[in-house]
């Protein structure tokens, strides 16, 4: 098995937003803020080559927005989803699978694209499956008022109207080993319903892409929550069952939207679950 990290591009978000009931004084330690109260934000996706499958987890924003759209998210760098992986000798077409944590914009938008055209949208990967899970397949697609605009349609519908949609089959139980892609997927709910935590066996350790149940190193002390999550009082119990096993069994944490620490690992202390080491690609990934 071969792993890679695949920059599908940087934006910023409200600091408030992504931290929720914390204080500025307490989260701009680690995120600093700048002058409009934005923090560096990254949506780094993970490529696994494991024998004839290569597996995208996660795509990003894409492209396929308007200008206005992605006005609200002041993206910056040069980083995007193509270049990454032809970095490492990969194009589109070379993806048979798309693991989706979640369905939020940010996570799958780069899954569809525009036709030919410009007249309908398609999926950008037109030789892989995608999976999601069914409960949160039926979240994302009749969504609440609160996270509506979160579940955009045209990022959502074209995988299921072009026959490409697979779902992973619920075993039961937070966590499980699944039978359709060769690791662990921990179901979790605060962030948003049955949201996907892959874990990977990698190098005789844990690799844990982490999605939003811990979206930033800075997000680590246990009520440091986002705004953005539908149910914070499960994501606290949730986040801290995880963290404390984390630190047990000594886990590599993917940090899919962290700008600046990209791979971590966890110790316990007195003051609970806190940052151990921070490692970068290079150091992991060769």
């Not at 990003?60 to 998210?73: A, I, L, T, V």
């Not at 519908?157 to 039961?172: A, C």
Request: charged share 25%; proline share 4%; hydrophobic share 35%.
């Amino acid at each position: 098995m071969k792993l890679y990290p695949i920059e599908a591009g940087n934006f910023k978000l409200d600091g408030g937003a992504m931290f929720g009931v914390v204080p500025k004084s307490l989260w701009n330690k680690t995120n600093p803020a700048d002058e409009n109260n934005m923090i560096d934000i990254a949506a780094t996706c993970l490529l696994i080559e494991d024998g004839e499958r290569l597996i995208l987890v996660d795509t990003g924003m894409g492209d396929k927005q308007s200008e206005k759209f992605f006005g609200y998210y002041y993206l910056w760098g040069n980083d995007n989803l193509d270049r990454s992986l032809q970095k490492y000798g990969f194009t589109r077409d070379d993806i048979t699978d798309v693991f989706m944590t979640h369905l939020h914009f940010d996570h799958c938008g780069g899954s569809v694209k525009w036709n030919k055209d410009r007249t309908g949208y398609e999926p950008a990967f037109k030789n892989a499956r995608f999976w999601s899970n069914e409960e949160h397949w039926e979240w994302a697609t009749k969504p609440n008022a609160r996270e509506k605009a979160s579940f955009l349609k045209e990022n959502i519908l074209p995988m299921q109207e072009s026959g490409q949609l697979n779902f992973i089959k619920r075993q039961g139980g937070a966590f499980q080993e699944s039978s359709e892609l060769d690791f662990g997927i921990l179901f979790v709910d605060g962030h948003t319903d049955k949201q996907m935590i892959p874990h990977i066996k990698y190098q005789g350790r844990t690799l844990v892409f982490m999605a939003d149940l811990l979206p930033t190193a800075g997000h680590l002390p246990l009520p440091f929550v986002m705004g953005y999550d539908t149910r914070p009082l499960l994501t606290l119990p949730e986040k801290q069952a995880f963290l404390e096993r984390a630190a047990r069994e000594d886990y590599l944490l993917f940090l899919e939207h962290d700008a600046h620490n990209k791979v971590i690992s966890v110790k316990e202390t007195e003051k609970g679950i806190r940052l151990n080491e921070i490692y970068k690609f290079d150091e992991l990934f060769n």
